[in-house]
Nanobody
Framework: EVYLEESGGGSVEAGGSLTLSCATS????????MGWFRQRPGEKRDGIAC???????RHMPSVKARFTISRDNAKNILSLQMNNLAPEDTGMYYC????????????????????WGQGTQVTVSS
């Protein structure tokens, strides 16, 4: 059974940091691109960072200078280091795994992802 579970969310003040983790099992973690998505209150879910199987990554401009996605293939864990958090970063954060192996790339298109975690809430106060 495919399993993804996010952790590490919480409440912080603006300028603070959090590290999100996504524990996974039940699929070939090393063989799939992975992504982090964010759903702000009242908005749709958007991709913010993704990482390919070769470790190359992409970050949306709104987070590029502050967030870093990484993967630990030995532990099957996806992470998102978030620094200098701002109130607009408030939302539910989801990790996701691609539907099929795709070498050397990843995307922010949510239909590319076939497995999702339940999400972890991040709240940033000003």
């Amino acid at each position: 059974e495919v399993y993804l579970e996010e952790s590490g969310g919480g409440s912080v003040e603006a300028g603070g940091s959090l590290t999100l983790s996504c524990a996974t099992s039940g699929f070939d973690f090393t063989g799939l691109p992975m992504g982090w998505f964010r759903q702000r209150p009242g908005e749709k879910r958007d991709g913010i960072a993704c990482i390919a199987i070769d470790g190359s990554s992409r970050h949306m401009p709104s987070v590029k200078a502050r967030f870093t996605i990484s993967r630990d293939n030995a532990k099957n864990i996806l992470s998102l280091q978030m620094n200098n958090l701002a109130p607009e970063d408030t939302g539910m954060y989801y990790c996701a795994a691609y539907r099929t192996p795709t070498p050397y790339s990843c995307s922010f298109r949510d239909w590319e992802y076939g497995s999702w975690g339940q999400g972890t809430q991040v709240t940033v106060s000003s």
